[in-house]
């Protein structure tokens, strides 16, 4: 994918879970990411069952059940309303679900000089291991589609990383420390390297302002945190998510 060997440094940083609402997050998908999909005749399946689940999501908040208005727009906007909208009443169904399997090889270790494969890999198990109330649903419909497009993969990595760091259980954060530790020390292929340091780069800004509207809440007595969206609501696991979170960037290399 040649979306994957262009400079990481001058894109803008993906907006933080907080603010890019999981159905927002689900247009932008559906748009940039699934519609191309339907292109592709090996993947053409799973992109439509994709489209078709991430409107089911998006009709529970619309009006009667309805896509909501603003959805309608963006698509209209995005010049994909006319692709999106016929699987608003499609039946397709997934025939064969996947678990998560533990691996003796880390993926830097399996495909060191491909980095597509090397992100491919990584964001299909993190789907696996999401658990967030909010955004989980969505990385499961999309995980169908990432086998052929590393771009996508690539737009849900950080997504997926804070997920599985601040909503997942001790096996997902080893999982995470693992596997990006392993891409630091085996993977060959510059763009992995590049990748990594971007996710650092994007946890370390995410996990800063985070902290930055923790205090302002404090400050304001009011409840709640900016990883609510993706931790518990108990304060204890808000605690354990920033820690996951402080731990993971230790480990990750600085730009």
Known sequence: DDDLRRPLHGAALPAPPWEETRDALAVDLVADHLVKALRIAQVRNNAAFGIQELLKLLRKDGADGAMPRWAKKEFEKRGVYDVVAPYETTEFVVQKPVTWKRRDKSHAERCPDDAGRWVVHLAWDLCLLARSRTHAPVF????????????????????????????????????????????????????ILQLVVALRVTLERWHAAAARKERDARRAA??????????????G????????????????PHA
Do not use: I, N, W
């Open 140 to 191: 499961r419909v999309c995980r169908t589609c990432l086998r052929t497009s590393d771009a996508l993969a690539r737009a849900m990595l950080p997504y997926l990383v804070a997920d599985a760091l601040c909503c997942g259980d001790d096996d997902a954060a080893a999982f995470c420390a693992r596997e990006l530790g392993a891409a630091v020390a085996h993977g060959r292929d510059p763009v």
């Open 222 to 235: 009011t409840a709640g945190s900016s990883f609510d969206c993706f931790a518990p609501e108990a304060g």
């Open 237 to 252: 696991a808000r605690r354990r998510a920033s820690q996951a979170l402080d731990k993971a960037l230790d480990a990750l």
